[in-house]
């Protein structure tokens, strides 16, 4: 049985992935679940994040969202028995790689999957779902009649944010990052067959003329947007830019620009700096900036009620339509070293699905 691993030599190298023969599973232990995987999405694996928690490792187990079938429960395990189908994402401290064709998971990281729900589509949907959910609902608090500005609204997670969004009622703005993404987002409707589009207004930047900023306050009538959902900011001039970082993404001068009063900036952009002039704009608007990490639900124990209530709320929305994710073909077990290649490299503009 093969499972896939990433390796990096040393800190700030380019991590490379193994498919590894791996060992007979131990028996399940009392809360263990012993889940068949039908299908594992791929996402970025955080080198850093890992190694600050301390929990970098020579081979780092990847794949973390699957979906799959319940062979075998532990003597404790109250949630599932076997031939249940479920979904969930593997813990950051996981010693299991997702993408392996049988995986041991302890019953608290697990939902179950709606019938109709293909296992593709749940587990390319579960983290998505789950930073939408972090930061509309926790942490931006998203009501009806709101404004909300989503950045590179074409990406996977772009995609999901938009439909919670506009399913809560609020008026979606967003930035495409180039022309197919933006007749993507054009043509992006509600579940149900409303004719209405998802996206009242779509911001093409990928010629670098159009103003974000200006564009936002002419759509909201000068009052600025009440929620904002970057995908990274740009933090210097053009020229002190790091290469890596994408000139499409707006400056932060934009976004505090644009932030309407009372408005909430939910940043993924985890080096923010602040001068104290942009401290001033924000406090003059009684803004706050909140920091979209959604690795928090299972980093610590005390919200796992809710974090199960998230999951099993986003698989209800997937089997309702409300999520229609942005997913690539399902890829076989043999590419995956290729695709993780492609995701850990930031080129994947759907999401990545190993289907076994």
Known sequence: MKALYGQQNSPGEEMTFVLQERENLPACRDH????????????????????????????????????????????????????DEVVGILPLDSEES???????????????KP?????????????????????????????????????????????????????????????????????????????????QPLVARVIDVSHGKIDVAESCLEETGGLGVDIVLDAGVRLYSAEDEPASKSQLLPHKHDIITLL????????????????????????????????????????????QGKYLTILED?????????????LDEPIPLYEAKVSMEIVQKNQARKRQVIQF
């Open 32 to 83: 263990d679940v012993k889940v068949q995987v039908r299908a594992c999405a791929l996402s970025w694996v955080d080198t850093k994040l890992l190694s600050e928690i301390k929990l970098k490792k020579e081979l780092v187990p990847v794949g973390r969202e699957i979906s799959g079938v319940v062979l075998e429960v532990g003597s404790k395990v109250t949630f599932f028995q076997p031939d």
């Open 98 to 112: 997702g993408v392996c064709e049988i995986i041991l998971v302890h019953e608290h990281y697990l939902v179950h």
């Open 115 to 195: 019938e109709k729900v293909c296992w593709a589509e749940a587990a390319g949907t579960v983290r998505d779902g789950l930073r939408a959910y972090t930061a509309l609902h926790y942490l931006a608090q998203v009501s009806p009649g709101t404004s909300v500005l989503v950045l590179d609204g074409a990406s996977p997670f772009g995609t999901i944010a938009i439909q919670l969004a506009q399913h809560r009622g609020a008026k979606v703005i967003s930035t495409a990052h180039s022309l197919e993404d933006k007749q993507y987002l054009e043509r992006l409707r509600p579940a149900g067959g409303v004719r």
């Open 260 to 303: 309407g009063v009372g408005g909430r900036w939910i940043t993924t952009e985890r080096n923010l700096q602040l001068d104290p002039p942009d401290s001033h704009s924000l406090f003059l608007k009684g803004a706050t900036v909140s920091f979209l990490n959604d690795e928090i639900w299972n980093l610590s124990n005390v919200q």
């Open 314 to 326: 986003i698989m209800e929305k997937l089997s309702n339509s409300i999520f229609r994710p942005q």
